[in-house]
């Protein structure tokens, strides 16, 4: 942005964030726990969108991180020290994440931990409950197997958490209450929704993706790419303008009110 800055080029800038997802308390427990998963773990977390952290309905808490630590070690412990499994992507990474753990347990934090870290930078999951604020799990953009969990008790409490930290590039709603959904499309500032699906929304290419705020600006994919990677050219022709040009130049008030009334009146 700032190269561009000295040739007054436009950009769009996708960037980042801790995207959030909410778990409310009609929504499909092992579902969601399967999506979060999938979502967090596909590159080992290592995708900008990415579920950062969940926030989940007090009276499905327990049941919900019981379903993941289940998911987990049905699906992806095995994945753990074989190819399939990836690697963060490079020794400074790596040591963040781990610091990142030290720092939550260190300020009272519990870790459950899937089993031990192996070789090549592979990173099994950790699950971080009694989370609060003062932890770097909950100040920076995590970008790897670890996942806090906060309890909330509605979907007020859920948009309140997330509009105290910065926009997110995306975030993520379980429910099976069209109230809650339209409540989060309209109040919620984020780069993209998804509703019981995490990260796939960025495939469909007919969805417009980008930041917003302090996760970016601008959007592309589909027909929105090619706006923002063009400029609309506003063309205006005009005939026999001789009258109109000759009662603004006398600021007639025939014209001039009539204008006024349409630019200058109050929202």
Not at 6 to 13: A, F, G, I, R, S
Not at 130 to 150: A, C, D, W, Y
Request: some cysteine.
């Amino acid at each position: 942005m700032a190269a561009a800055a000295k040739n007054l080029t436009p950009v769009t800038l996708e960037l980042g964030g801790k995207s959030p997802a909410i778990l409310l308390d009609d929504a499909d427990i092992s579902a969601a726990a399967m999506s979060v998963l999938m979502g967090k773990l596909s590159n080992s977390g290592q995708i900008c969108v990415a579920p950062d952290y969940v926030l989940v309905h007090e009276e499905k808490y327990d049941a919900f991180i019981a379903e993941l630590k289940q998911h987990y070690e049905k699906t992806y412990k095995t994945k753990v020290g074989v190819k399939n499994q990836t690697s963060i992507i490079n020794d400074r990474q790596f040591q963040r994440l781990n610091d990142i753990i030290i720092d939550a347990k260190s300020k009272g934090a519990n870790v459950w931990q899937a089993e031990p870290a192996c070789e090549n930078r592979q990173l099994p999951l950790h699950i971080i409950t009694h989370v609060n604020k003062s932890m770097r799990v909950m100040q920076e953009e995590l970008f790897g197997t670890i996942l806090p969990i906060l309890k909330i008790s509605n979907l007020n409490d859920a948009i309140s958490c997330i509009r105290e930290d910065t926009t997110p590039l995306a975030s993520y709603l379980f429910t099976q209450s069209q109230v809650a959904m339209n409540k989060v499309s309209k109040e919620l500032a984020t780069g993209t929704l998804a509703i019981n699906e995490t990260i796939v929304q960025v495939a469909v290419e007919s969805l417009p993706f980008g930041g917003l705020g302090h996760s970016g600006m601008g959007q592309y994919h589909g027909e929105e790419g090619f706006y923002t990677f063009s400029h609309k050219k506003p063309i205006l022709q005009s005939n026999n303008t001789k009258w109109r040009n000759k009662m603004l130049l006398s600021h007639s008030k025939l014209l001039t009110k009539p204008l006024e009334w349409l630019f200058l009146r109050k929202k």
